[in-house]
């Protein structure tokens, strides 16, 4: 989980590949770095990330067999909301839960 800025939005084959700058970590089960890519595996804009602006979002790591892909992926049920204070409060308070 974490809090990201959309620098760029490209289509690339059936996919669309985000340019995030990575803001804030909150929940973290692999590294970050300040700026990453994120894959969605569709192009028809869903979830509609707009470039310039600010998301919490809850990807997952994406390690194909071959272990020659590795990469963040937000699948059709990620979690991906706008960024505002009050959210991350709420994730900050539930990662120390969790």
Do not use: K
Not at 1 to 17: K, P, Y
Not at 20 to 26: G, I, K, T
Not at 77 to 90: K, N, V
Request: proline share 6%; with cysteine.
């Amino acid at each position: 989980v974490f809090h990201g800025r959309i620098l760029a939005r490209r289509v690339v084959g059936r996919e669309t590949r985000y340019e995030v700058a990575v803001e804030a970590r909150y929940r973290q089960r692999f590294p970050l770095v300040s700026r990453e890519y994120l894959w969605v595996p569709n192009t028809c804009g869903c979830p509609p990330l707009l470039e310039g602006g600010e998301y919490l979002l809850m990807a997952r790591r994406h390690v194909n067999h071959e272990h020659t892909l590795n990469r963040i992926l937000l699948q059709h049920d990620g979690y991906a909301r706008p960024w505002t204070p009050r959210e991350a409060r709420l994730v900050r308070g539930a990662a120390q839960h969790c």
